[in-house]
């Protein structure tokens, strides 16, 4: 199975501030990744796919890089509701995996 | 707008067993691949298992956690999915999301919508 792993587990930033998370995966996935959101008690939500197009009606402050083993998701300037759990997920191979969430905080 | 709708989660007792719902609509169902992924009480998202379209003869996967166990099916004519869950373990309490799976330019299939879930309590 391919492993993802996610740093940080947990980040506090202020309002403004620019948010790095990353996603290294055990195997090559070349673009076939996923960012999600999960906000306390609700669904997960689809943010970015194929590891940089964003999802209709996502706000361009949210941004996807990366390709092969390491991807990056980045929030250019953290909102309020930005605070939630974020997931990276691949979808090169079975079983679909997940990493094992980063906590962003707001300050 | 698309929507996915689960039911049918509850308390079983250990080694029972519980057949979810997802009702789906707001888009064309029988195109799409359907998936399940959990999550457990204060734990992260665990993927479940997959069916494909006709096209793909309804075929399936599965996460080794479960297979054997569980079972997905869907029909089309109900725009549903259903998973059936046997031998239920007290680990396999959690949440149940349903989401919809959609091709990519490459042609491999990722999850982008999904529904609120249902809670599945497995304890005696």
């Known amino acids: 199975d391919i492993q993802m792993t996610q740093s940080p587990s947990s980040l506090s930033a202020s309002v403004g501030e620019r948010v790095i998370i990353t996603c290294r995966a055990s195997?090559?996935?070349?673009?076939?990744l996923v960012w999600l959101q999960q906000k306390p008690g609700k669904a997960p939500k689809s943010l970015i796919y194929?590891?940089?197009y964003l999802q209709g009606g996502v706000p361009p402050r949210f941004s996807g890089s990366g390709s092969g083993t390491e991807f990056t998701l980045t929030i250019s300037s953290l909102q309020p509701e930005d605070s939630a759990t974020y997931y990276c997920?691949?979808?090169?191979?079975?079983?679909?995996?997940f990493g094992g969430g980063t906590k962003v905080e707001i300050k | 707008e698309v929507q996915l709708v689960e039911s049918g989660g509850g308390l079983v007792q250990p080694g029972g067993s519980l057949r979810l719902s997802c009702a789906a609509s707001?888009?064309?169902?029988?195109?799409?691949?359907m998936d399940w992924v959990r999550q457990a009480p204060g734990k992260g998202l665990e993927w479940v298992g997959r069916?494909?379209?006709?096209?793909?003869?309804?075929?399936?996967e599965y996460a080794a956690s479960v297979k054997g166990r569980f079972t997905i099916s869907r029909e089309d004519s109900e725009n549903s999915v259903y998973l059936q869950m046997s031998s239920l373990k007290a680990e396999d309490t959690a949440v149940y999301y349903c989401?919809?799976?959609?091709?990519?330019?490459?042609?491999?299939?990722?999850?982008?919508?999904w529904g609120k879930g249902t809670t599945v309590t497995v304890s005696s």
């Open positions: 989401a919809k799976a959609i091709y990519d330019s490459s042609a491999y299939y990722h999850m982008d919508v």
């Open positions: 707001g888009f064309t169902f029988n195109d799409h691949y």
């Open positions: 069916i494909r379209n006709k096209p793909k003869s309804y075929t399936t």
């Open positions: 195997q090559d996935l070349k673009n076939h």
């Open positions: 194929g590891a940089s």
């Open positions: 997920q691949h979808y090169n191979d079975y079983p679909l995996t």
